[in-house]
């Protein structure tokens, strides 16, 4: 199994039927880690969950009231989740499109993996201020030693 095809196994509640991804390995972490922040709500609400059914009982606290509260929040967490439809490089840049309208917070998520892959290597994952878009024709983000790999190729 690829990374690609284990991030749609482990995280099968932020993808639907019609994805695919079409990037470069370089933005491999980039990608991996906004899928896992995407997730994070659920991590956390299921957890609220198992709590409350592991302590229910046995205080006043912890109700079946308090258990049906938290089942509720996970379903509304599972139902607020983005499905990302296609991962891909644009213009130089990655680019993450879902199907839903997505929270604040998941916005911002995938428009901070956007921008890093700006100034991430798509071909080897090295970062810094060194690493620039290569044109014309098919853009690239590059560091130098690819940079020059693609000049060199014309």
């Known amino acids: 199994m690829d990374w ?5 196994t ?12 079409e990037i ?3 933005w491999r972490v980039l990608v991996e ?6 997730h994070c709500p659920v991590v956390r ?31 509304k967490t599972l139902k607020a989740l983005p499905k990302i439809l296609q991962v ?12 839903t309208t997505i929270s ?17 290597c798509q071909v080897c994952g090295k970062t810094g201020e060194d690493v620039s878009l290569v044109g014309p024709g098919w853009f690239q983000t590059l560091c130098p030693t690819h940079r020059d790999e693609r000049h060199r190729e014309g």
């Open 45 to 75: 609400a299921r957890k609220a969950v198992e709590v409350a059914k592991e302590y229910l009982g046995t205080t006043p606290t912890w109700t079946p009231e308090y258990l049906a509260l938290a089942e509720r929040d996970l379903e």
């Open 104 to 120: 604040p917070r998941a916005s911002g998520v995938i428009e901070m993996a956007e921008d890093l892959s700006t100034k991430t």
């Open 10 to 21: 482990k995280y099968p509640e932020l993808f639907d039927g019609r994805f695919h991804f």
């Open 4 to 8: 690609q095809e284990e991030m749609t």
């Open 33 to 38: 880690s906004a899928i896992r922040q995407l």
């Open 88 to 99: 891909k490089e644009k213009f130089g840049a990655l680019r993450i499109y879902t199907t």
């Open 24 to 26: 470069p390995e370089g």
